[in-house]
């Protein structure tokens, strides 16, 4: 069966051209820092593919931070987390440590169970993930970072990170393949009524690698995608020259433009004309810090995804041209 990898809605004849004032200071103060390290989100389904396209993508170079494994250095004897989980649900603990599976039993079957626990964890997951980020990004070691999780619908990192990627694959497919890891069909029921449909999980694809095939389909896709959209995309936010097409971002692709920015506590409003103004949202925190609102949007748009090249800030997607025009309210 063929692999499909869809940029999905990456352009459409609606041009959006920003222009830029005032920002090369701010922006100049940041890229002296070094390099912006190319920061992915994937997530898919369970039995959608998700690990194996993980590993693929670790093969070509990328460090994964793989969510589940964050949980499980986190749930170790000794550690806070423990300790909660301990308390909340002491028949999972064996041996001294929690059993996964026997926790997994009790939260999939119930959803306020799933909900406190995700209360427990979140947080600390969070914590964990952002500090090895910034670990990885203050080395200048590597050019790329995928953060895998499932949960990327309804968690707090919707569009936090430069892009999402979803595989996917039809419904009986993914039953099949939970079958052959040895799954019972009423525990795969539950597993996938616990998630997000494949139609909402779509919403917020970037990218979608549709993995109805074999693996070998999808690490022949991962290479493919790798070379050809994330190198690009990781050159780009070098702010040296562009690599990428000159079309412009679709109508899906700004709706999910402008939720990014949201993340990184901007707003993106379109003018009659069709342009995108951007600019610090009302409330937005600088941790306690005065500091200059040209460095916390420059600081905004660089997390969003967007480079300063050439006198102006431009995403640095190889899928689409945007330029942004940063102004005060």
């Known amino acids: ?3 499909r990898v869809v940029i999905v809605n990456a352009s459409c004849p609606d041009f959006f051209r920003l222009r830029v004032r005032g920002h090369h200071e701010a922006a100049t103060a940041i890229y002296q820092k070094g390099n912006v390290m190319l920061t992915l989100a994937l997530t898919g389904g369970i039995g959608s593919g998700k690990s194996t396209l993980s590993r693929a993508f670790s093969r070509c170079g ?4 793989d969510l589940d494994l964050v949980v499980r250095r986190l749930m170790e004897p000794g550690t806070p987390l423990f300790g909660r989980i301990a308390s909340q649900w ?5 041996e001294g440590r929690i059993d996964r599976a026997g926790l997994a039993s009790i939260v999939f079957a119930d959803s306020r169970e799933r909900e406190r626990l995700n209360f427990l964890t979140h947080t600390a997951v969070w914590e964990e993930v952002d500090r090895e980020l910034a670990e990885l990004s203050s080395r200048g070691e590597i050019e790329v970072a995928i953060v895998d999780f499932a949960l990327l619908p309804r968690s707090s990192r919707e569009f936090y990170y430069h892009a999402n990627i979803v595989v996917s694959a039809e419904v009986d497919i993914r039953r099949m393949r939970l079958r052959g890891r040895g799954m019972e069909s009423a525990d795969i029921e539950r597993r996938l009524a616990s998630q997000v449909n494949a139609e909402e999980m779509l ?12 693996i070998e389909d999808l690490q022949k896709c991962a290479v493919t995608l790798w070379h050809e959209w994330v190198l690009p995309f990781a050159h780009n936010l070098g702010g040296g020259s562009r690599i990428g097409v000159c079309s412009p ?14 993340a990184h ?32 949007l420059a600081e905004a748009l ?7 090249a050439r006198g102006a800030w431009r995403s640095a997607r190889p899928d689409y041209f945007l330029e942004v025009l940063p102004v005060e309210r």
């Not at 700004?254 to 990014?260: G, H, S, Y």
């Open 1 to 3: 069966m063929l692999m």
């Open 62 to 65: 990328a460090h994964i931070c």
């Open 90 to 94: 002491p028949g999972t603990i064996r």
């Open 203 to 214: 919403c917020f694809a970037d990218i979608q690698v549709d993995n109805s095939g074999s």
């Open 249 to 262: 971002p679709g109508v899906e692709a700004c709706k999910r433009i402008v939720r990014r920015l949201e």
């Open 265 to 296: 506590g901007c707003e993106g409003v379109f003018d009659d004309d069709g342009r995108l103004r951007v600019f610090l949202a009302e409330g937005s925190e600088s941790g306690g810090v005065t500091v200059n609102p040209d460095v916390r």
């Open 302 to 308: 660089t997390r969003a995804g967007y480079v300063y």
